[in-house]
């Protein structure tokens, strides 16, 4: 008898993180103080997941990538990542955008996107 795998449906929410014009930085920045930036900004995306229950699923080299099984958490890691690298976000009062629909490498299906707006 072969048994088949239970459709195992759920809520991921993703959190994408981008050095917004990293080409430009690196080009003002110069090598050495960009490798600095780089460091810090890794450190910081790298242990706010682990700290509110995340994955790291992919990075670049300006872009990291992970998925939570609750809202909350990526929720308060945004929070907690934007807080440290620029000093945003500060308190209660979150809202959403509606940011559209898009496709993400590795998963068949389309994903609604929300964006974090205040």
């Given amino acids: 008898m072969v048994r088949r795998r239970q459709d ?3 809520l991921t929410t993703l959190l994408f993180t981008d050095i917004a014009g990293s080409s430009e930085v690196a080009a003002e920045l110069r090598d050495r103080r960009w490798r600095v930036l780089l460091a810090r900004h890794h450190e910081i995306v790298r242990k706010a997941p682990k700290r509110y ?3 790291e699923v992919d990075n670049a080299i300006d872009r990291f990538f992970a998925a939570f099984d609750d809202q909350a958490d990526a929720i308060r890691c945004a ?3 934007s807080d440290a690298l620029e ?3 500060a308190g209660s009062g979150l809202r959403f955008a509606d940011a559209g629909e898009v496709e993400l490498k590795g998963f068949r299906d389309r994903w609604r996107v929300e964006r974090l707006v205040g």
């Fill in 8 to 10: 195992q449906r759920g």
């Fill in 53 to 55: 229950r995340g994955r």
């Fill in 79 to 81: 929070c907690v990542i």
């Fill in 87 to 89: 000093g945003l976000v």
